[in-house]
């Protein structure tokens, strides 16, 4: 069965702090994407890949950064964690076919920023 | 992307079948319509999409109008476990901006009940 599995269920950590957060799929896909998921906004996405060490800006990228070094593992780092970081972290991936944008999503991390 | 209205809440009982409304009145001609889940404390899981056909797979059954100004869901025979929160989406072909960017909206919640 198709997998993404995000490396932590719940984080907390301290203002300023730097938090990676990690996602692995086992799926061979291409296209890795990181989302976060707020009441009331819905999921927002902050950046994706489209291949190995390729990277670009999604809807609110302002604050993270991203790492992709191999195929299956795709990085969300958080430089100075801030409160208003505090949220549901959704990491997906989707294999690259014309006209069906088939996301595969894992279970989430709950980051709460102090 | 075009908009899609659907209603806030619905109940249905177990063992019968679950039929989400999903208005897209404004969809152009090239969009698709998907459908997500999201069960609480987990990640969105993709259902089905199509463009102008019904389409059906193991989860759910996807009716589109024939104008595609609307569009329903399927759940054949609810189980509990399909308790969750159902999106539908309205998508234009991918392009390299575009990947990712699907727009969940507020969804309908979904209750099965014994």
């Known amino acids: 069965d198709v997998k993404v599995t995000q490396s932590s269920r719940y984080l907390v950590k301290r203002t300023g702090e730097k938090v990676f957060l990690e996602c692995v799929q086992d799926?061979?896909?291409?296209?890795m994407f990181w989302y976060r998921q707020d009441p009331g906004l819905g999921l927002r996405l902050i950046y994706f890949?489209?291949?190995?060490?390729?990277?670009e800006k999604g809807d609110i990228p302002e604050g993270y950064s991203v790492s992709r070094e191999k195929k299956e593992r795709f990085s969300l780092i958080l430089e100075s964690a801030s409160t208003n970081q505090t949220s549901m972290y959704l990491c997906?991936?989707?294999?690259?076919?014309?006209?069906?944008?088939?996301?595969?999503f894992g279970s989430g991390t709950q980051l709460s920023v102090l | 992307d075009a908009k899609t209205t659907q209603p806030p809440s619905m109940d249905c009982a177990e063992g019968r079948a679950a039929n989400l409304p999903c208005n897209h009145s404004?969809?152009?001609?090239?969009?698709?319509v998907y459908w997500y889940r999201q069960i609480h404390s987990q990640g969105p899981q993709y259902i089905i999409h199509?463009?102008?056909n019904n389409e059906t797979n193991e989860m759910a059954s996807l009716i589109i109008t024939e104008d595609r100004k609307s569009s329903t869901l399927i759940l054949p025979h609810a189980t509990l476990r399909d308790t969750a929160v159902y999106y539908c989406?309205?998508?234009?072909?991918?392009?390299?901006?575009?990947?990712?960017?699907?727009?969940f909206g507020a969804g309908t919640q979904v209750v099965v009940t014994p």
């Open positions: 989406i309205v998508r234009a072909p991918l392009t390299t901006d575009s990947w990712g960017k699907l727009q």
């Open positions: 404004t969809i152009s001609g090239n969009e698709y």
């Open positions: 799926m061979d896909h291409e296209n």
């Open positions: 199509g463009l102008k």
């Open positions: 890949s489209y291949d190995v060490k390729m990277k």
């Open positions: 997906a991936s989707s294999p690259t076919q014309e006209n069906n944008e088939k996301l595969f």
